[in-house]
DNA sequence: CATGGATGCGAGTATATACCCGCATCGCGG
DNA sequence: CCGCGATGCGGGTATATACTCGCATCCATG
């Protein structure tokens, strides 16, 4: 039976897929995807930043904040900033441009939060949320 | 308010990276990782079966089935079989090892799955389940 | 039977993600 | 002050994932 059971994993992962392709197509008209949305919501709220921290704040790997950091650099949202500090801290701002897009991206975010909320009311996303911080 | 909200998508992303490095790490003596465990499965499940079969069955784009499957078969635990019928189908089954592989996977997969429900509960495993259903 | 739309795939490209290695810098203890 | 472990990053490599394009095959219709 255990065998047949659904795996939590799979279904997870099949999820969040599904979730993040609704925020991505919600978040395509400003050129950036819920990835990108989440990681400049991080940076506007801790700039100035290190790699490091953010990935500490993301729960992501910090080569992988590198990688996606580099991106976001590229179409000229966030920018480095000279470090008082230590010479080795990354330190990274957002942009204007970068504050703009998340600016034009709130009302759109928050569209999709409705959404969701809506379709599963919001004892199921409390839940949802309940259970993911126990995960 | 609404805009200091948790992300929902944000959260599940998280879960789901957190998660899946926990199977991830309980499949690693094998060699595969719980992505290939569920590929794998499925294909066990409904071999044999063309790419765009398997991409319906698991939500997946076929182009992602495509390249999944290719590491799968390069190790030797997938291959492809002559399709009787069209010849644009790429048809997929398991290989012996493949079938092994699953075999020694399966205990290494209930552990996982019984220490999640353990540490949740079975109820909100199953509100989880119902949730990621209705996403 | 011939042709055109539908379907199945592969390849190109891009991002997200992780792990490991090597380099540079930092700071503390001698 | 000097050296060595700790820390911060970039780059290499690999998988997961999606979108798009182009090719091959299929099939229904004329």
């Known amino acids: 039976m255990s065998s047949a059971a659904p795996c939590l994993c799979a279904r997870l992962r099949q999820g969040t897929r599904r979730l993040s392709a609704h925020y991505d197509a919600a978040l395509a008209p400003l050129g950036i995807n819920i990835a990108q949305y989440s990681l400049l919501r991080n940076i506007g709220a801790l700039a100035p ?69 809506d379709r599963l009311g919001p004892e199921r996303v409390d839940t949802l949320l309940d259970v993911l911080s126990a995960l």
């Open 49 to 117: 930043v290190s790699l490091t921290d953010l990935g500490r704040a993301t729960s992501l790997e910090r080569s992988t904040i590198g990688r996606n950091v580099r991106v976001l650099q590229r179409d000229g949202l966030v920018a480095a900033v000279r470090s008082d500090g230590d010479q080795r801290a990354a330190c990274i701002e957002l942009t204007p441009a970068g504050r703009d897009c998340l600016r034009r991206a709130l009302p759109l975010w928050q569209r999709c939060q409705r959404e969701i909320r």
